[in-house]
């Protein structure tokens, strides 16, 4: 899939399988098999997939530690007219794994860049939960410490969407346990366990049945945590309160707090803003 040399490439953002390799769409494929380069978080696991699918095309790395270095070769291959595919381990790419940086660089220079869509845990997460999917929040993986993992559950305790994490197996039981700590055991809760494998699970109930559950034995897979909106009652706080939880909970500047607190009200930013300098008047004095 080669360009004239006088027009940039297009880096294609590949989604690849989950799990199962049979999740794979025509359509990345062929962009696959087409263009010059693929740059793959992994490459002795993308060649499994290259294997199976019989894919020669020739892979670089573009891993977390190297994106800066590598980000730069690629553009220069996209500059002379050359197609790449960026693809992760599994699901979409930059999407909780690198691509971010790459996709933003080739934006600010005006070259192409195209979506070829599949797998995603997150999605795939919610449409077998069971829970909430007309709105919700995706916060990525969570802090692998539990202080750091108690200061965000409490910056989300109230959230009205459901909220939707990825975790490690082997830190699966404190999390729940975090989780409870701060939403109490029964805010419902689904665990999607090895999704599209020959193992997936799906467990949906409560914060402390699923803690009961996974206490039996060792955890095994891939996770995607999501947690139900709360309820009405952790709702009620005020506009003043949530201001103040935010400020204590994170470390977000107040403008940002504005934001997100006159998001969960459903307010006019103004409004909020208001309330914040009422706030650090009374601070002051």
């Known amino acids: 899939m080669k360009d004239d040399a006088e027009n ?36 002795r696991h993308s060649r499994k997939l290259f294997s199976h699918y019989g894919i020669a095309t020739p892979l670089t790395s573009y891993f977390a530690h190297n994106e800066s270095v590598k980000g730069e070769r690629i553009l220069e291959n996209l500059r002379q ?13 930059a999407i909780s794994d690198p691509g971010f940086l790459l996709v933003r660089a080739c934006r600010d220079e005006g070259l192409p860049v195209t979506a070829i869509p599949g ?31 108690g200061k965000l559950f409490r910056s989300l305790a109230a959230e009205k969407r459901t909220l939707v994490f990825y975790e490690a197996p082997h830190r699966l ?24 494998k020959l ?23 891939e996770i995607v945590l999501l947690v139900g909106p709360a309820p009405e009652e952790m709702q009620q706080e005020t506009v003043r309160e949530a201001l103040l939880r935010w400020h204590r909970d994170t470390d977000l500047p107040m403008r940002q707090i504005v934001k997100e607190v006159a998001r969960q009200f459903g307010l006019p930013g103004s409004e909020v803003y208001k309330e914040s300098l009422k706030l650090r008047k009374e601070k002051k004095e």
């Open 199 to 221: 193992h997936e699970e799906v467990f949906r109930g409560s914060a402390g049945q699923a803690l009961v559950h996974f206490q039996q034995g060792r955890v095994r897979g």
């Open 119 to 149: 797998a995603s845990a997150v999605i795939a997460g919610l449409s077998v939960a069971g829970l909430p999917t007309e709105r919700f929040a995706f916060e990525g993986f969570l802090p692998p410490k539990t202080a750091a993992r």
């Open 81 to 93: 007219g050359k197609s790449v595919a960026l693809i992760t381990d599994a699901g979409t790419p």
């Open 173 to 196: 039981v404190a999390s729940l346990s975090d989780l409870i700590e701060v939403v109490g055991a029964e805010r419902e809760i689904a665990v999607v366990r090895e999704l599209t």
């Open 8 to 43: 940039p490439g297009t880096l294609y953002l590949v989604a690849t399988p989950i799990g199962n390799l049979e999740d794979m769409t025509f359509r990345a494929l062929r962009i696959l098999k087409e263009v010059d380069l693929v740059a793959a978080e992994d490459t």
